[in-house]
């Protein structure tokens, strides 16, 4: 059999493992029919002259200039979908006052599927704009508004993870928004599972339902044991809240009488394909369950700035072993570029390790041994995302699909230049980082496909 391959050739920049950074320099990377990158051809190896021979005759062959590079597309495990018009509000409220008074109000509204359709169209192509080529989406109550975000998903070409979220207890949720019973709640979820299952079988780049109960807070036992059943018997991906601030961890202690982590295993809820979001108020021994049931972190380090007061411990957690990546948290967190949360999670840890409080011996601030680099938090975005869903994405290997964003640091609205003096990779890498926009994101591809493309002068 024939199969028809398109060829790449561009330098690119991943880490195959966390934290290892590999630049591979003047690559021809050979994508077959399905997206999947089949075989990775070097200068050094001895085939390269004949395969780049056959590059140039086919039609498609895309070479990068000098300037531009590869990334991997980057993998956001943490978005509120619906609260996209919310980015940037009542950031300086409390988490249950943001919830009650700005954003219950706001996800009621996507019960109107046209506006739901209006504001997903809108976030999706946002997203696919920052480079964001793998999302991880919770969307409303609502099974109608849930499923055109999945559809939405799958016209503009990410690769969408998607959840209708459960919440139904009764004195934890207002009456205008919530599942109607614990039983409906169940049974949506499941016609839910099964038709974006459906969706999936057209979609190349892969659409997948996701059960998500919002929290444990907001939903009755009753529920999050139904859920837990689906979890074994559809074998889908998972996704809530967990441990994300002080309140939430002791509301569920209260409750329960045990740790938010052993809840939610108790209810079947944490295998290889859950992620929890936040989990800021993990202890060693949640930690322990995170790793005996392939439970992943989503860490969301603006939104913890804001609404946790808090800073997820990246670098005890990830020396414990657990799989995490990078999540926006739109809208507890404002910006919807895991490049700023790159960023800030770089940030976040060095305060971590710190301390800011002056007026304390230097001995006494802070949590030893606790900052990250910001290859680290590029890890986290890529490569440890693609664990954290147990998908073949986030790194650009044979086997891996080819999602891939094409920075160009000569992009005259943000020229990226180190006057020829930063020059070796991983310095090139960290001004990147550091100093990419949206002007330098030329292009998007998720599963070979071109999605995003950006034009000079727009
Ligand atoms: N906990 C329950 N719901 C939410 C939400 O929408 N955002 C955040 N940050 N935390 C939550
Ligand atoms: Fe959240």
């Known amino acids: 059999m024939n199969m028809k391959i398109q060829y790449f050739k561009g330098s690119f920049f991943h880490t195959p493992v966390h934290g290892q950074l590999e630049f591979v320099e003047e690559a021809l990377l050979l994508v077959n029919e399905e997206g999947i990158i089949q075989s990775i051809v070097r200068p050094t190896d001895e085939m390269y002259a004949d395969t780049l021979h056959a590059a140039k005759q086919t039609p498609d062959f895309v070479e990068l200039a000098q300037g ?105 949720n207002p009456s205008y928004y919530r599942d109607a019973s614990a039983q409906s709640a169940i049974e949506e979820t499941e016609s839910f599972i099964l038709a974006v299952k459906e969706l999936g079988k057209d979609v190349k780049q892969g659409i997948y339902p996701v059960v998500t109960p919002r929290f444990v807070p907001s939903c009755s036992e009753e529920a999050l044991r139904g859920l837990g059943d689906l979890v074994q018997k559809h074998h889908v991906h998972v996704q809530s809240h967990c441990s994300e601030s002080q309140w939430a961890h002791d509301f569920v202690f209260e409750r329960f009488g045990k740790r938010d982590t052993e809840v ?72 919807p570029s895991l490049y700023d949360n790159i960023k800030q999670a770089v940030m976040s840890s060095r305060m971590l390790e710190d301390g800011v409080d002056t007026n304390r011996a230097f001995e006494e601030r802070g949590v030893a041994d606790s900052r990250i680099s910001v290859i680290e938090a590029f890890s986290l975005a890529t490569q440890g995302g693609g664990e954290a869903l147990s998908l073949p994405i986030g790194v650009l290997k044979p086997g891996y699909a080819f999602d891939a964003q094409v920075i160009d640091i000569h992009h005259p609205h943000n020229r990226i230049s180190s006057f020829g003096i930063f020059e070796q990779p991983a310095e090139i890498l960290q001004k990147i980082l550091y100093l990419a926009t949206k002007e330098n994101i030329r292009q998007v591809w998720v599963q070979g496909n071109l999605v995003h493309q950006k034009q000079l002068g727009a």
Request: glycine letters at 8%; aromatic letters at 10%; proline letters at 4%.
């Open 68 to 172: 531009q590079y590869f990334l991997p597309g980057f993998i956001d495990l943490h978005v509120h979908a619906p609260q996209w018009p919310q980015a940037g509000v009542a950031l300086d409220t409390p988490l249950n006052h943001w919830l009650d008074e700005c954003t219950f109000p706001l996800e009621a509204k996507y019960e109107d599927v046209d506006f739901a359709k209006e504001v997903y169209q809108d976030l999706v192509a946002h997203l696919l704009a920052q480079g964001t080529t793998t999302v991880l989406y919770f969307a409303t109550v609502h099974q109608a508004a849930s499923l055109a975000l999945a559809e939405i998903c799958g016209q503009q070409g990410q690769r969408g993870l998607v959840g209708k979220v459960v919440m139904d207890l009764e004195e934890m």
């Open 264 to 335: 939610l295993r108790d209810f079947g809820l944490l295998s290889d394909k859950s992620v929890m979001a936040h989990c800021n108020f993990l202890n060693e021994s949640d930690g322990e369950i995170y790793l005996e049931t392939g439970t992943a972190v989503a860490h969301c380090p603006i939104s913890n700035s804001y609404f946790a007061n808090s800073v997820f411990p990246v670098k005890k957690f990830k020396e414990q072993g657990l799989e995490m990546g990078l999540g926006t948290d739109i809208s507890g967190g404002f910006s």
